[in-house]
């Protein structure tokens, strides 16, 4: 999946998380509303775990489905491969919000 699939007319938000970040933990009930609000308004959502560090264990791939499913996501809940895209963005903590929009 790439952020032009998960985009829509009216932007994208993208969200730098993970399932083991205790300020995640915290958060898991506001970044499910944003991500419900963003399809209620039909904005893309992507939330994209770069926690490389756990890819092994708590944030495996296998995980992360089972940590979307529990959450009950209603967007694409992705793997960041060597934190490539949080490096390009400038991501440096969990969670972490950017909204993106079309130049007008």
Known sequence: MSLNTAKTSKGLLVIFSCNTCPYVK???????????DCAKQGIGCIIINSNEAQRADEDSFDAMVKYAAAQKLTCAYVVDTNSKLADAFGA??????FYLTEKV
């Open 92 to 97: 440096t903590r969990t969670p972490q919000c």
């Open 26 to 36: 915290l958060s898991e009930t506001r970044i499910k509303e944003l991500s419900d």
